[in-house]
């Protein structure tokens, strides 16, 4: 039985290099984690777990610390800011950052793709979560990801951000209309698409090369035993590769 290792891998591989791979908790980071460590696989991926993102030691060590591969994660928090970082009242107010189209153009697409026409600023409304009637609220993990993507627009987008099709909506700071469906990840990208889908849009030569590396051993083995966990994360392959399918058919 292979789920785990194999879900991870898969995982990793949904994403461009040297990216940064927001991951939601202990099922979907451990995994990796131990690939990377132990395997040797995509060492220049950062994962980064959002239940982690809460404390302010596990927030320094990104920003500060390298991890094999993969170089510290862009921030602008110093330490002394990092160790104040609390669930905060939040008003919902629009939000923009900077962009250089170039860094999204995918070298399969790049001979055909203008990009002239790109905005060169992405802006959304961040609304916060709910927290009671009429109250927004960030938390300390929404602040990190939110300062590490203005850290990153301003470096000029160098480092690909993803967020984990295991994410809950509500960690994903209103970006949905800007994902990209890159497999078992989704791609933040300047160009609001509005698809209607929450995984996002679809590229099939990007879709096509990420899936064309992953890994599914055991699943047919009928002497194998697949408990409900085991099978809830392979029912997790129909769901994305469903929404992949319909995606291209509507292309």
Not at 32 to 58: F, H
Not at 114 to 130: C, E, H, K, V
Not at 229 to 244: E, L
Request: glycine content about 6%; charged content about 25%; cysteine-free.
């Amino acid at each position: 039985r292979r789920i785990a290792t194999d879900f991870a891998r898969n995982l990793l591989e949904s994403t461009a290099p040297n990216a940064i791979l927001f991951t939601n908790g202990d099922n979907d980071t451990f995994p990796l984690w131990y690939l990377q460590e132990v395997e040797g696989i995509r060492r220049d991926v950062r994962v980064v777990n959002l239940s982690l993102l809460q404390t302010p030691w596990y927030v320094k060590q990104l920003k500060n610390q390298a991890s094999r591969e993969s170089a510290p994660i862009p921030m602008t928090l110093t330490d002394e800011q990092i160790e104040g970082i609390q669930a905060s009242r939040f008003e919902p107010q629009p939000v923009s950052l900077p962009v250089d189209p170039r860094a999204f153009v995918d070298e399969r697409i790049a001979g055909r793709v203008d990009t002239s026409g790109m905005p060169r600023q992405m802006t959304w409304q961040l609304n916060g979560r709910a927290f009671g009637e009429g109250v927004n609220v960030l938390y300390p993990n929404d602040i990190a990801v939110l300062d590490i993507l203005k850290a990153v627009a301003d470096e000029g987008w160098k480092r690909p951000v993803y967020f984990a099709s295991t994410v809950a909506p509500d960690s994903e700071l209103d970006l949905q209309p800007f994902f990209q469906n890159e497999g078992l990840a989704r791609r933040i990208v300047p160009i609001r698409r509005n698809t209607g889908d929450p995984d996002g849009a679809v590229v099939p030569e990007i879709v096509a090369d990420r899936l064309g590396k992953f890994q599914f051993r055991g699943l047919d083995d009928p002497d194998v035993y697949h408990d409900e966990n085991a099978r809830n994360m392979a029912d997790g392959y129909r769901t994305r590769f469903a929404t992949i399918a319909m995606a291209l058919a509507d292309q």
